[in-house]
């Protein structure tokens, strides 16, 4: 037997980011600025598959970006261990992680931003190349050429700056440029939230397009469910920096458990009636997410959550536990976690 097989693609245990912040404290006769700490990214464990698409989604400050910094080493973890291909990264060596710089890319959430403006088209492709090692102006030439068709571009955007194309072009160049040193891993962070709807479904019909092609895998951030539907293959939720929930696409479209997933649903228009699940009004979210700088020692989620019951709050915050087919929920009313037992029953 292969033991690679065996092996996740890209692995994360207990991964969290705190960032060092000042918060303001108030009284009547003192205003000063103390330090705290927020931790954006808390203990998240995740399992990706070579070829397979995984969504994060979850609302604004839910801390999304700051995982997908982690994930491409942008910005390293505070706590916890990343392997790729089996491979620790969190205290590697350097050699190796110049090698995942390049298995590894991000395209940022900002199409606009992450392009400098006054650069040509061929020297923001060209530069990972020159980096990379790729010394002849030509051969650079040849070979961004050859990832502006495969972006679909014309050969003449090679001479353009940012600032002459469109947001749906500008995120064509993120990725042209992504994938320059043929990377296995992409990560993506909200590809397609900035663009018109109808450059979206081009977009991301493009990032199948490529998939299939150079063999990917994707990690895309969005807080969109319709960007999920259409491409994810398994999905974690996020809320207030943790994973609520993670499972299998179709699992968590049809048959979603957390509250906070439940809710998500729910607030998404309906196309086809059989795609998911019919989510009661009730299930609305209300009441304030809490702040990163007092987060809850109980459930994150129990001041918005519909289901929630006076044990929510005096007992510790659930962990999150996976059922049989893989599919994790973090929630008291779990029924797959063996210490809701007493308090789960009939209900879920
Ligand atoms: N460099 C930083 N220093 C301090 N706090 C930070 C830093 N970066 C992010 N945060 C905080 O971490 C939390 C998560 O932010 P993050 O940008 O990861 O959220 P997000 O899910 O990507 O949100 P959005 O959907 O708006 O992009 C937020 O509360 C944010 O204020
Ligand atoms: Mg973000």
């Known amino acids: ?69 982690v994930m491409s080493r942008v910005t390293p973890a505070s706590e916890g261990s990343m392997r790729l291909d089996g491979d620790e990264l969190t205290a590697a060596a350097p050699a190796l992680l110049q090698a995942f710089r390049r298995r590894v890319q991000m395209v940022f959430q900002d199409p606009s931003s992450s ?39 014309p050969a003449d955007t090679l001479l353009r700056t940012p600032m002459s194309l469109s947001g749906g072009q500008k995120q064509r160049i993120n990725i042209a440029r992504a994938l320059a040193l043929r990377p296995e891993l992409l990560i993506l962070d909200e590809p397609t939230s900035a ?35 259409a491409i994810a ?30 809710a998500l649903i729910g607030a998404i228009p309906v196309v086809h009636e059989s795609d998911r699940v019919f989510i009661p009004a009730t299930e609305v979210l209300d009441g304030e997410t809490p702040s990163l700088l007092d987060p809850p020692v109980h459930c994150a989620f129990y001041s918005r959550c519909a289901f929630r019951e006076d044990a929510c709050r005096t007992r510790p915050a659930p962990e999150l536990v996976a059922d049989a087919h893989d599919h994790a929920v973090r929630c008291h009313r779990n029924p797959s976690d063996p210490a809701n037992r007493d308090l789960s029953g009939e209900k879920t």
Do not use: C
């Open 115 to 153: 392009l400098n403006p006054r650069q040509t088209v061929e020297d923001i492709v060209g530069l990972p190349l020159r980096l990379g090692g790729m010394r002849s102006p030509k051969e650079r030439r040849a070979r961004v050429r050859e990832l502006l068709e495969s972006v679909q571009m």
């Open 233 to 262: 293959d398994r999905i974690a939720v996020m809320y207030l920096g943790q994973v609520v929930e993670t499972g299998t696409a179709d699992e968590i479209m049809r048959r979603p458990r957390h509250p906070y997933t439940r």
């Open 1 to 69: 037997m292969d033991m690679k097989a065996a092996v996740p693609f890209f692995e994360l245990d207990d991964v969290s980011k705190v960032f060092n912040v000042k918060r303001r404290v108030e009284r009547r006769w003192l205003d000063r600025m103390d330090a705290a700490q927020v931790r954006a990214v808390n203990r998240v464990s995740l399992r990706i598959a070579r070829g397979e698409t995984l969504a994060i989604v979850g609302e604004s400050g839910s801390g999304k970006s700051t995982l997908a910094n």
């Open 195 to 229: 663009l018109d709807v109808s450059v979206q479904a081009r977009i991301l019909n493009l990032l199948a397009a490529l998939k299939a092609q150079y063999g990917l895998t994707y990690v895309i951030i969005t807080h969109d469910l319709g960007v999920v539907r």
